[in-house]
């Protein structure tokens, strides 16, 4: 991510500029060698990048797994009222009695 923001934002005579000044600094007997062990790094961080973000995924997706099954048990295990003609009934067919307000006089 960030070496995408400075491949992004250097332009040509950035990179000329840079690639002389390794030059002169490392000779060209070292360069390629470095260059060679810097895209090594560069694909190591890389594996680990995406073995991490695809650890995260899996722990979200799991996450989301146990929710949905934690709200289907909750569903499951509220009984809803069946209101048919006689009235409702829970889902053992016993009858419910409607409750009543206080100060009904009932």
């Given at each position: 991510?960030?070496?995408a923001?400075?491949?992004?934002?250097?332009?040509?005579?950035?990179?000329?500029?840079?690639?002389?000044?390794?030059?002169?600094?490392?000779?060209?007997?070292?360069?390629?060698?470095?260059?060679?062990?810097?895209?090594?790094?560069?694909?190591?961080?890389?594996?680990?990048?995406?073995?991490?973000?695809?650890?995260?995924?899996?722990?979200?997706?799991?996450?989301?797994?146990?929710?949905?099954?934690?709200?289907?048990?909750?569903?499951?295990?509220?009984?809803?009222p069946?209101?048919?003609?006689?009235?409702?009934?829970?889902?053992?067919?016993?009858?419910?009695?409607?409750?009543?307000?206080?100060?009904?006089?009932?």
């Amino acid at each position: 991510m960030a070496l995408a923001i400075i491949f992004d934002s250097a332009g040509a005579g950035e990179w000329l500029v840079l690639l002389a000044v390794l030059l002169v600094v490392m000779g060209p007997q070292r360069l390629p060698s470095t260059a060679r062990k810097i895209g090594a790094y560069y694909s190591k961080f890389r594996r680990a990048a995406e073995s991490f973000k695809r650890q995260l995924m899996d722990m979200d997706l799991e996450m989301e797994r146990e929710f949905r099954k934690a709200e289907e048990e909750a569903k499951a295990a509220v009984e809803i009222p069946d209101i048919g003609e006689e009235g409702a009934t829970t889902a053992d067919g016993t009858p419910v009695m409607p409750e009543t307000e206080a100060g009904d006089g009932h």
